[in-house]
């Protein structure tokens, strides 16, 4: 999904889980939304993601696809018995898998959206933005 328009304020104050086995992603990321106003969490693994959503529900989760232990996917069908998250807060597949076909595959399992790693900087924050809308 691209985000239409600058839309970077609809971040402000917003809650966003960033999920991501990468720390420098993870760092990347979570600044550019901070940046914006953008309250983030993270969390470095599936297993983290799960404990985390107990403690406290974001309001949009980014979560990478290819992670040791649980991946993406798991992690996303985990999500998705829990009542605090199924169909109230939307779930971003980020992903380096950009193949013809992902996008597609990623979607059919339940994730509300797709962007392709490594992001595009200028765009992120809106396009982030757009799930919150």
Do not use: W
């Not at 990321?29 to 993601?49: D, I, M, P, T, Y």
């Not at 939307?90 to 962007?115: I, S």
């Amino acid at each position: 999904m691209s985000g239409s328009g600058s839309g970077s304020g609809v971040v402000i104050g917003r809650e966003i889980l960033l999920v991501d086995d990468n720390p420098n992603n993870l760092m990347l990321f979570a600044a550019l939304l901070q940046a914006n106003g953008a309250k983030v969490r993270s969390a470095e693994s599936g297993e983290a993601c799960l404990t985390t959503v107990v403690d406290a529900v974001p309001e949009l989760i980014l979560l990478d696809i290819q992670m040791p232990g649980i991946d993406g996917v798991e992690t996303l069908k985990e999500l998705l018995k829990m009542e605090t998250i199924k169909g109230k807060v939307p779930v971003v597949a980020l992903t380096a898998n950009a193949m013809d076909g992902d996008q597609k595959h990623l979607l059919a399992e339940g994730f509300n959206g797709y962007m392709a790693k490594p992001i595009n900087t200028r765009s992120f924050v809106s396009e982030v933005a757009a799930y919150l809308e």
